[in-house]
């Protein structure tokens, strides 16, 4: 055996590594192994790939500072960044992602060119033009999640033809390029279109539609690292990439079926922009609302309450708060549990991650499945900072632009409370019929401090029984 | 690349795509971000062609794009990783003893 087939050897135990660390994934309790498989995975692969023949001694130095300026920028990217801006932190990770696999293919084309077969240009084509896509895109997906961007659509006339028309100049690009390799300017051309359109594809998506284009911009970044592996035949590549690319693309899919809607629907529909605004019928209906004092005395005496989370939640970053609340009703012997839907918030799982942050034990946290038939026999639901995924119109009115998306039913519920700032319609700009109905009351206020107050009444109260 | 490669390569893409798709089926909806963040680190293996053309220098150029390379997915790579870590760390099952007598070790006020 020589050198490479050693290598190959230690990078064959690597993709073992990376397999198990997706099987231990599947349960909490395993969870963190998955990491440990994953890493030692990546250990080995990394050592291996140093033992690469024709690297230079000023080779290793190079390498050797720029894993160290990766890792000095890596560490506190890691460490410091707060849970509440995880969706804004993995899309800017997908950007570094994208960057690496679109410049080594940029690289790799001009060193091997001459070795390439008509398949290997196409695909190192499109690689390039993927890379630099979600290099762009990801970037504007961060860009919105932290508010640097507007959160809204961003639409002009003709969008769909002018993003399609950079797409045709891109594939055409790649195809002009597998037959002349040696025309210089081609490769970076198709990177620069590939730049432009992961700008123009994130531009008018909406911040409600981000989990689905985070699973996705996941599932181009593992696309791209395989069609690496094609070219440079490298298996590892090929398997780390298609592992990634299955996971993006499932979560894609849980997502869009989450929200009943499509991918191409997601991407080039502009949810909310337009035609939402029409649709929605503008009977307002009268409301009711209520005291801090009122929904507190109510909950404290509710035998069960299902808090309902929603990106309102994590903005006014009230997760520990929510959790002390929930901690002082379970000392009044109320069982609450929370209701997550699959699409609450900025990416997938984003709730989870909140309330776990928050020290909320993950049985309390509970998928729309698992709750739905439960809200019938449930005394109060709170429901904070979510609003689309609450609509009942989604269930009946065939006019509305969420009609047939799953949602909580949270208005089967004896009695229900909304936390809300205000009546302005939520972020499709959708009249949420659940605010009208008559077993609904608004608590008005900041989410936050709302919760706050509900737990000095909860708690207040009972030491002033108790003492 | 010859055509026997290229079948082998479809082969190990179609299989490791496969178990893929299997093994997150299974992952519940509760743990969807740290497995975005654990694959975001896995999609960082461009590292290791990155650290071969950096290390190689055949031209500047691609040294200079090696280079980048090199750093992002370092930073892809470790940042992933502990991050991942540090969410699941936070999952935790439910301590408080429910019925007298356990022990419970919750610290939290």
Not at chain 1, 297 to 323: C, E, F, N, T, W
Request: glycine share 10%; charged share 15%.
């Amino acid at each position: 055996m020589d050198r490479m087939n050693w290598i190959e050897l230690a990078y064959l135990i690597a993709a073992l590594g990376f397999a198990l660390s997706l099987k231990w994934m599947s349960q909490a309790s395993t969870a963190r192994r998955g990491v440990l498989a994953g890493e030692i995975g990546f250990g080995i692969a990394i050592v291996a790939t140093l033992f690469w023949p024709g690297i230079t001694g000023t080779g290793y130095i190079l390498i050797a500072v720029a894993l160290l300026i990766g890792s000095a920028i890596g560490v506190p990217l890691g460490l410091l960044v707060p849970m509440t801006a995880m969706p804004q932190r993995i899309a800017l990770s997908h950007a570094f992602g994208g960057l690496a696999a679109g410049l080594i293919g940029i690289a790799h084309f001009f060193l091997e060119r001459e070795h390439f077969s008509k398949f290997d240009l196409g695909v190192i084509g499109i690689e390039i033009a993927l890379g630099m896509l979600v290099f762009t895109g990801s970037l504007m997906a961060a860009g919105k999640l932290q508010e640097w961007l507007p959160q809204r659509p961003i639409v002009y006339p003709l969008q769909n033809l002018v993003n399609a028309a950079v797409l045709a100049a891109a594939l055409g690009l790649v195809i002009f390029q597998v037959f002349n390799p040696d025309q210089d300017w081609a490769v970076p051309a198709i990177a620069a279109l590939g730049l432009v359109f992961g700008v123009f594809l994130i531009i008018p998506i909406g911040g409600a539609d981000m989990p689905t284009v985070i699973a996705l911009l996941n599932a181009y970044a593992g696309l791209s690292a395989a069609a690496l592996g094609f070219v440079l035949d490298s298996k590892l590549l090929i398997v780390a990439g298609a592992l990634d690319g299955a996971s993006g693309l499932i979560l894609a899919i849980i997502m869009c079926r989450a929200m009943n809607r499509s991918f191409s629907n997601v991407l080039f529909g502009a949810f909310g922009a337009t035609d939402a605004v029409g649709s929605g019928t503008q009977e307002q209906g009268t409301y009711r609302s209520a005291s801090v004092d009122e929904a507190a005395d109510l909950m404290k005496i509710a035998s069960s309450v299902v808090i309902v989370p929603g990106y309102g939640m994590a903005v006014a970053q009230a997760q520990h708060k929510v959790r002390e609340l929930a901690d002082a009703l379970e000392k009044e012997g109320v069982d609450v549990r929370f209701a997550i839907h699959p699409v609450a918030g900025r990416m997938p799982g984003h709730m989870n991650v909140l309330l776990a942050e928050a020290n909320v034990p993950y049985e309390q946290l509970l998928d729309m499945d698992e709750i739905n038939s439960d809200f019938a026999q449930t005394d109060v639901v709170l429901v904070l900072g979510a609003n689309d995924v609450v609509n009942p119109a989604a269930r009946h009115d065939k006019g509305s632009p969420i009609y047939g998306m799953p949602i909580l039913d949270v208005d089967k519920a004896q009695t229900i409370f909304v936390v809300k700032r205000s009546m302005r319609a939520g972020f499709a700009g959708i009249e949420n019929e659940l605010f009208f109905n008559e077993k609904t009351q608004m608590v008005f206020g900041d989410a936050k401090s709302v919760v706050a107050e509900l737990t000095s009444e909860v708690t207040g109260q009972r030491d002033a029984i108790g003492l | 690349m010859s055509s026997d490669v290229i079948i082998t390569s479809l082969f190990i893409f179609m299989l490791a795509a496969f178990v893929g798709f299997e093994s997150i089926r299974r992952i519940p909806k509760l743990l969807h971000t740290p497995l975005m963040a654990l694959t975001n680190a896995l999609s960082a293996i461009a590292l290791v062609i990155s650290m071969v053309i950096l290390g190689q220098g055949h031209t500047t150029y691609a040294q200079v794009l090696g280079f980048i390379a090199v750093v992002a997915s370092s930073i892809n790579l470790v940042g992933g990783f502990i991050i991942t870590d540090r969410m699941l760390k936070m999952f935790k099952p439910r301590e408080r003893a429910p019925k007298p007598g356990a022990g419970s070790e919750d610290g939290v006020a």
